[in-house]
């Protein structure tokens, strides 16, 4: 059941005017399908059935176990970790999240979320485009987040790492637990699992939405009532 409220997540990356790279062929496959091309049709009951069929061979689920249900569980029992950083964030005026393909929506997604929860400013940057501006503002004051899961576009993003590092940068980097490059303790490194490209980031945000709603508490924000917000839109 878990995996059938993966459908809205799919379908929105599937139509996503940001394509990667080199994207999933899975999911091209997906994006080709009616019963995800329409919205009509995801509703009924028998296209739920078989879309939900497919997503579970794709995050390697069976009727038994869901292994991409327990790795969200496991993201889960790091919370601690994420504690543990977000007095420091806490402590900036601003903060820059960057990644690339599918992972660039991944930080967008978590700028907003430390904006409404901690009203700290936050940014999330295509890490191919840091020559582009972003680069001017990188110094060893600069909080970074980087996402550098191991997808095909993990060498362009270890560019950007490189580019922000000799910029005396110290980026926390969101890498999957299978990668052995950072085991060296020179950077600071947040572990998730590793899954197929175009669902890794339903993972990589976890730690991410975690880390906006501890850096909200360290500023004495309350999370259940962010200021300026509607929760329903009321006018055009």
């Known amino acids: 059941m878990g995996c059938v409220l993966l459908l809205g997540t799919l379908s929105r990356l599937s139509n996503s005017a940001a394509r990667p790279e080199a994207p999933c062929s899975t999911l091209e496959s997906l994006a080709h399908d009616p ?7 995801r509703l009924q009951p028998n296209a739920v059935d078989v879309c939900s069929s497919r997503i579970r061979r794709l995050v390697g689920c069976c ?4 292994i991409f249900v327990g790795q969200i569980r496991a993201i889960f029992q790091h919370d601690s970790e994420f504690q543990a950083i977000a007095p420091m964030l806490a402590k900036q005026t601003s903060l820059l999240i960057m990644g690339r393909g599918y992972q660039h929506a991944t930080c967008l997604e978590a700028a907003l979320k430390i ?3 901690s009203y700290l400013h936050s940014e999330g940057i295509l890490a191919g485009e840091l020559k582009h501006g972003p680069l001017a503002l990188i110094d060893e004051s600069m909080p970074v987040i980087l996402v550098m899961t191991q997808d095909s576009i993990y060498p362009k993003v270890r560019s950007a790492l490189e580019q922000v590092t000799a910029r005396k940068g110290a980026p926390i980097i ?3 637990d299978t990668d052995p490059s950072f085991d060296d303790g020179r950077h600071r490194v947040i572990r998730v699992p590793r899954t197929v490209d175009c669902l890794q980031g339903i993972l990589n945000i976890i ?7 501890h850096v909200a508490i360290a ?6 009532m962010p200021r300026n917000l509607a929760k329903s839109v009321t006018v055009e």
Do not use: M
């Open 207 to 213: 730690p991410l939405q975690l880390l906006s709603y």
């Open 35 to 41: 019963d995800f091309d329409s919205h009509s049709r």
């Open 63 to 66: 009727d038994d176990e869901c």
């Open 115 to 117: 904006k409404e929860l």
């Open 219 to 224: 500023r004495g924000c309350n999370v259940d």
């Open 174 to 176: 969101i890498a999957n």
